[in-house]
């Protein structure tokens, strides 16, 4: 059975420019160049994901979806048994039920693939979305990073067709990213639970009458 993928599909640019500083302080012999520019690698798919806030998206789409991943199981799950009952049934099944079972079969086939379109589109459309929120706010925290970095160029390792062959593990500045967009933007603390309702006191029950004198 096909199953759904999270984080399958990212719109990234294969390159990130960032504007290099490019101050110049005047001397009398002439002007002195800045600090060379560096060049860095960002897996662009892993720090979206591996935010605190990819994380949490990605438990709440795990969530949303169950129910409809375990419906897809419980159709594969009636396709095998139909499998099952047909071939241990090839000798004393009749053949009007070996018919009846494999259109019963071809139904479901159908209906299981209906319903995993509609379940990869659906996921498709949030985890997009997902990644259009994490990955506008995270051009900000790289940008920043870039320039105060003194980087002039930052590639993204996990676009498709990216040039990078090889690089050196110091030149990777994912880390970097996934932690200053976690400190730029942290997960908001839950709502604390409400206290439960204190159960009301029952009225006070008049004290019975005594016979022959009128109640209080």
Excluded: C
């Excluded at 949303?64 to 095998?80: G, M, R, S, T, V």
């Excluded at 002039?152 to 990216?162: E, H, K, P, R, V």
């Amino acid at each position: 059975m096909m199953r759904y993928q999270y984080w399958t599909s990212l719109s990234a640019g294969a390159l990130l420019l960032l504007s290099a500083p490019a101050a110049w302080a005047q001397g009398g012999a002439g002007a002195a160049a800045a600090a060379p520019a560096k060049i860095g690698l960002l897996n662009v798919r892993q720090a979206i994901v591996a935010t605190a806030e990819g994380k949490q998206a990605s438990a709440q789409m795990q969530s949303q979806f169950a129910p409809q991943q375990a419906e897809l199981e419980n159709l594969q799950k009636q396709i095998q048994d139909l499998q099952s009952r047909l071939t241990s049934g090839a000798r004393t099944l009749s053949d009007d039920e070996k018919a009846r079972l494999q259109r019963q079969g071809e139904f479901l086939v159908r209906q299981s693939q209906r319903k995993q379109d509609d379940l990869n589109e659906a996921v498709n459309v949030a985890q997009t979305d997902i990644f259009e929120s994490i990955g506008g706010k995270m051009s900000n925290v790289m940008d920043r990073y870039g320039r105060e970095n003194n980087y002039l160029l930052i590639l993204d390792t996990s676009a498709q067709g990216s040039p990078v062959i090889y690089s050196a593990t110091q030149m990777d500045v994912t880390a970097d990213i996934i932690r200053l967009y976690d400190q730029a933007h942290p997960l908001k603390a839950a709502a604390p639970a409400a206290a439960p309702a204190q159960p009301s006191r029952p009225a006070a029950t008049p004290p019975p009458a005594t016979p022959g004198r009128p109640a209080q």
